[in-house]
T-cell receptor, first 115, second 116 residues
């Protein structure tokens, strides 16, 4: 049981380049999330997917797009990377968005640097 | 306004002693959940403990307990018998029932260092 997996673990981009961060979970969870973590701050929600086929903006969605490819996979795309997007990106999943007691399981994170 | 406040950027504790990490929260939602996560230097986020707003008793999980004071809107994490492996960042987070998307709102974290 791998839980939540993310690829790549590290990435360096030049300003203006694009890339896709991949995330997959094997826990049969309905809901998936993308967060970013900046130094000295907690995690902030970028986008989430309540269930397969739906996606919605979170707190900091500008500059990102997402795709919920199927129940297992949720990808995050940077179309034109900017230095302000240098961060650590976490994917997470939970049984449902509807129950406040559902814990979120996190992937190992992707450390992205944009020069 | 900050929804989750962790006022201790860094804490030190001697091995085998207990330590309390502070967390206060702000919400008008009557139904919410409070979580603590641990982030070691390797970077992953590890779930530690959960407290529901309607839970009558404080949550406990092994050496972790949550001192929940609803009227004061505080949810402090208590780690008993600290171990060297407890050195990490600790994040308090809240999930509100009426918050669309069920997102976790995180505090800024407390860095705990356990001294031998």
């Amino acid at each position: 049981n791998a839980g939540v997996t993310q690829t790549p673990k590290f990435q360096v981009l030049k300003t203006g380049q694009s890339m896709t961060l991949q995330c997959a979970q094997d826990m049969n969870h309905n809901s998936m999330y993308w967060y970013r973590q900046d130094p000295g701050m907690g995690l902030r929600l970028i986008y989430y997917s309540a269930s397969e086929g739906t996606t919605d903006k979170g707190e900091v969605p500008n500059g990102y797009n997402v795709s919920r490819l199927n129940k297992r996979e949720f990808s995050l795309r940077l179309e034109s990377a900017a230095p302000s997007q240098t961060s650590v990106y976490f994917c997470a999943s939970s049984v449902s968005v509807l129950r406040e007691e559902d814990e979120q399981y996190f992937g190992p994170g992707t450390r992205l640097t944009v020069t | 306004a900050q929804k989750i406040t962790q006022t201790q950027p860094g804490m030190f504790v001697q091995e085998k002693e207990a330590v309390t990490l502070d967390c206060t929260y702000d919400t008008s939602d009557p139904s919410y959940g409070l979580f603590w996560y641990k982030q070691p230097s390797s970077g992953e986020m590890i779930f530690l403990i959960y407290q529901g707003s309607y839970d009558q008793q404080n949550a406990t999980e092994g050496r972790y307990s949550l001192n929940f004071q609803k009227a004061r809107k505080s949810a402090n994490l208590v780690i008993s018998a600290s171990q060297l492996g407890d050195s990490a960042m600790y994040f308090c987070a809240m999930r509100e029932r009426n918050n669309q998307g069920g997102k976790l709102i995180f505090g800024q974290g407390t860095e705990l260092s356990v001294k031998p």
